[in-house]
């Protein structure tokens, strides 16, 4: 049918997309940022933390990172802490279990103050205390830092100590004395050199500061308090000056020289306990409070954020009380705070996350199952328990829609969420599994919609999409519709899709779960069961059905989510089958698609939704996080939470572009945000260290490895394990590993992540070259391999002389046995020889008797029926070759059914062996007999014509009446025989030549019996 009031579309469609990129442009930077969650990995005991409190944090030089607790040391390396504790019986170990503080010093050592200074020891793997002398009040060590010149500043309950590192002398300056030179009293809670190589000392009154090479102290005011507790000291990138206090905020230092002002001093925020600050980016700083979060701190505008924990946030900040910060190599950010260690990964900045139900001024609800840009620049957000949110992203929730069953005309029913949409005027079609209902623009009122043409209003309807005065309307189960938006106050009107059951059946599926529109006046279906192509001007479907085994068709029957990119490409995102881009068309007409599946990098194969960002960039939300697909190279990137992305798990059809250029997804969780802008690729070059090493089966410190020459395995322990981590915090899951030994292994072995381990045994001894590799989380292979040079030296058997002098005696042995063995053997084949001669013999008759019992009749002694015709016919053959005579001779025991009556078998049995023997007895050895029934024998004479073979048969006859046969009782047993011949015709067979001598045997039969008759052709 055609359709009215259609005009321009895809003109308005392009230039909307050309104008996506300019409005991406004018976005705010801090759209969403009052929404948007700091996402954090939490460790705790269950993670092996030796306590649940760390309040130290550093990072050594080979990339470990160290965490100093309430209950001991722990070292980090991705996968596992190893743990340090006090113990005074045990040589080298803590002198505390409580850490107040942790230093790396230019050197690369690691220092740890506890209730007394201790340097780690890595070659022995053990800790070293150093005496700093008496300490008036609590022995703690607070702070460390280094004074550029081979020493340590160190910071105490009484003052300061100064510690010269080669002689280990102790320099005592006493807070609040003369020798102090202006140390401001009190406990010496932060100490820092800047990068001028300035000290900065900061006490329980006040923050003092001594100039390079200078010998004093110059107190530093801060604010108009003359005795500020100071508690935490930072430089920045800029050189700037931060200065944490006790309740007295936060001050910064803008360059030497400056006045300290006050950051933000109307934020009751910053009044607490100021106890750690890091850089989180080039102009953020993160301050940390005891019992008060974390601030983030805006170094160029002031504006401040909170990140805090959230009980129901299973990936915020593990607790509120915060003791420590750093921020390691890769730009991430480590918090030590009362709940545990959490670590935020470096991101791009890219991906920012809100999780539903956790702020009161943000997402009441968790699951975010339809999402709506509005052209207000607010956002719908539908939830899979019913109702919804509109979300200013500056500013947060502003308006909602709550569920309520006992209204269902004018509230929305607490089910499901499905899609929704705007028209023209601002309202929003809401789609339910309990019908469609529609809000006003403000979302201050809401009622369920009665479609024309008769549709049920409590219909579930899945899909909905607005365009060109028409509302399109996907069903669960009963399909498509579309209507004219011509009602009273722009209700749907007329019913011009739908209306008939013929419309339905052109779709491939009745379950509607995707609509998108096309550059033209066409539209886009996706259903359960394929996709669709309609022609809006005249009606006309075009189904596009599933062909998995296809690599250029559609990839999967479950069509979830479509869109149409900036080139008027179509994807089809399908549940199942990847990611598919429509390519173009054969020269049938049927379109063709590219895949991108997991092979192509995609994350998952169930592409739940799809959006573009302001850049033109494609993303999907799948069941395993985001990907981004880049619209020139078509490259995919995954992207998880080591980018930013905490959620993982999209709804279908839950995702839109704002007018600013963002992406959207709705998920499990929450919402994701995707800002337009490049995702760098990870090139982190990750470390790669030795965790832990053991030869020979017992542990051995790493640092020693290499120091001193190769690592040299004895033949007491020639046995080496060594495990080892690539230290790329932010997915060490994704870490890729493999190691080779130089000498010994032909090419590299890939080791999997949750078992990082080169093991050899029993090596040959030699030199040899271990090469150690390890990849950051997208695959990138550090620079330079990690090397362990190995020697394994000889046992005592192993030696050269030894192998020479062992060559030696074996050959003079192996010459004597090979002299005893050919002799021995010699002797053992002629033994075997005479063995196989009796074995043959006896096989050989074995088998001749074998050969008797199956040719021969037992009871006669003739052959039986089967050799007898099978070696006939071969004679036969013969003679007719040859022309020379031959005569058959066919002999049957006269009424010998009679004496088998009258004596039994055994009587029958005695007279057949009796007729054998006689027969054998009169014939030639060329002759062959054979008994080929009961009673029946046949003779067969080559070399014999028609006269002699009736003299032959006459004698037989003779023979067999003169005999008798006697039995039990002296009985005895007279028989006569009637024989049959007949001589070979030339060609003859034997078949012919049988039934000529039967015949002849039977007018002997009929002639009177005891007779021999021939047929007359042959006499």
Known sequence: MVLRGLRLCRIIFLLGLVALPSLARAAPADRWSGLAETVFQNYGRDQGLPHPVPTALAQDRDGF??????????????????????????????????????????????????????????????????????????????????????????????????????????????????????????????????????????????LAYRKPGGDGFTAVALGETPQTNVS?????????????????????????????????????????????????????????????????????????????????????????????LLRDSAGSIWVGGTGGLSYHPHDAGLVATVFGGSRREGLSASDVFALLSARDGRAWLGYFDGGIDVVDPAGGRVAALRPDPSRPEDALPPDIVFSLAQDEAGRVYIATRRGLYRADPAASAVRRVTLPGGRDPAAATMSLIV?????????????????????????????????????????????????????????????????????????????????????????????????????GRLWVGTFGGGLALMTGRDADGRPRFRHFGLAQGMPHANVCSLAMDGDGVIWAGTDDGLAR???????????????????????????????????????????????????????????????DLRVGGHPMPVARVGAAGPLVLTPETNSLAVEFAALDYTAPARNRYAYRLEGYDADWIEADVNRRLAVYTNLPPGDYTLRLRGSNRDGVWAERDLTLPLRVMPAWYQRLWLRLLAAALAVVAVTLLVRWRTSYLRRRQAELENQIADRTADLRAA???????????????????????????????????????????????????????????????????????????????????????????????????????????????????????????????????????????????????????????????QSGRNRVEMTRSAQ
């Not at 009484?158 to 003369?178: C, E, K, N, Y």
């Not at 992305?645 to 959207?664: K, M």
């Open 467 to 567: 365009r060109d005065g028409m509302l399109w309307v996907g069903g669960e189960e009963d399909g498509l519709r579309g209507y004219t938006l011509d009602g009273p106050g722009g209700t749907p009107g007329r019913l011009v899709f739908g209306a008939t059951p013929a419309d339905q059946a052109q779709l491939s599926d009745r379950t509607i779960r995707a609509l998108l529109s096309g550059a033209g006046r066409d539209l886009w279906v996706g259903t359960r069961n394929g996709l669709n192509h309609i022609d809006i001007a005249t009606g006309a479907v075009e189904r596009i059905p599933p062909a998995p085994g296809d690599p250029q068709g559609l990839p999967d029957p479950y069509v979830s989510s479509l869109l149409v990119d900036r080139q």
């Open 847 to 1005: 088998n001749d008797r074998l050969t008797h019992l199956a040719t021969t009749d037992p009871l006669t002694g003739c052959a039986n029926r089967h050799h007898f015709m099978e070696r006939a016919r071969d004679m036969i053959a013969l003679a007719n070759r040859h022309g020379t005579p031959l005569a058959l001779a066919i002999l049957d025991l006269d009424e010998f059914k009679r004496v088998n009556d009258t004596y039994g078998h055994p009587g029958g049995d005695a007279v057949l062996a009796l007729t054998g023997r006689v027969i054998a007895s009169h014939v030639r050895s060329t002759d062959l007999v054979g008994r080929i029934g009961g009673e029946e024998f046949a003779l067969l004479m080559p070399h014999t014509a028609a006269h002699g073979a009736r003299l032959l048969a006459d004698r037989l006859r003779q023979a067999i009446s003169d005999e008798c046969v006697a039995i039990d009782g002296g009985t005895t047993i007279r028989v006569t025989a009637s024989l049959g011949l007949a001589e070979l015709r030339d060609g003859e067979d034997l078949d012919a030549l049988y039934v000529r001598a039967d015949a002849a045997l039977y007018v002997a039969k």
């Open 65 to 206: 990172i160290w965490v100093g607790t309430q209950g001991g040391l722990a070292r980090w390396d991705g996968y596992r802490f190893k743990s340090y504790a006090a113990s005074p019986d045990v040589p080298g170990s803590l002198p505390s279990d409580f850490i107040k503080s942790l230093f790396i010093d230019p050197k690369g050592r690691l220092w740890v103050g506890s209730n007394s200074l201790s340097l780690y020891d890595a070659a022995g793997d053990r800790f070293e205390t150093i005496p700093l002398g008496a300490i008036n009040g609590r022995p703690d060590i607070g702070a460390i830092t280094d004074d550029g010149a081979g020493g340590l500043w160190i910071g105490t309950d009484d003052g300061l100590r100064h510690l010269d590192i080669d002689s280990r002398a102790v320099t005592v300056l006493r807070a609040g004395t003369p020798e102090a030179g202006g140390l401001p009293a009190g406990r010496v809670q932060a100490v820092l050199r800047d990068g001028a190589g300035g000290l900065w000392v900061g006490t329980a009154q006040g």
């Open 232 to 324: 935490v000291l930072f430089q920045d990138g800029e050189g700037r000056i931060w200065v944490g206090t006790i309740r007295y905020g936060l001050y910064a230092i803008d360059q030497p020289g400056a006045t300290p002002r006050a950051v933000n001093p109307a934020a009751t925020d910053l009044t607490g306990w100021i106890s750690a600050i890091c850089a989180s980016g080039p102009h953020e700083i993160w301050v940390g409070l005891r019992n008060r979060s974390i601030i983030a701190i805006d170094t160029r505008s002031g504006a401040m954020r909170p990140i805090r924990h959230d009980r129901a946030q299973p990936n915020s900040l593990a607790h509120d009380d915060i003791w420590a």
């Open 629 to 691: 697909i880049d619209p020139d190279t078509l490259e995919v990137r995954a992207v998880r939470r080591a980018d930013g992305s905490a959620l993982v798990d999209y709804f279908v059809g839950a995702s839109a572009a704002t007018p600013a250029g963002e992406a959207l997804f709705g998920s499990k969780g929450g919402m994701t945000v995707v800002r337009p802008g490049t995702l760098p690729a990870w090139r982190f070059p990750a470390p790669v260290v030795i965790t």
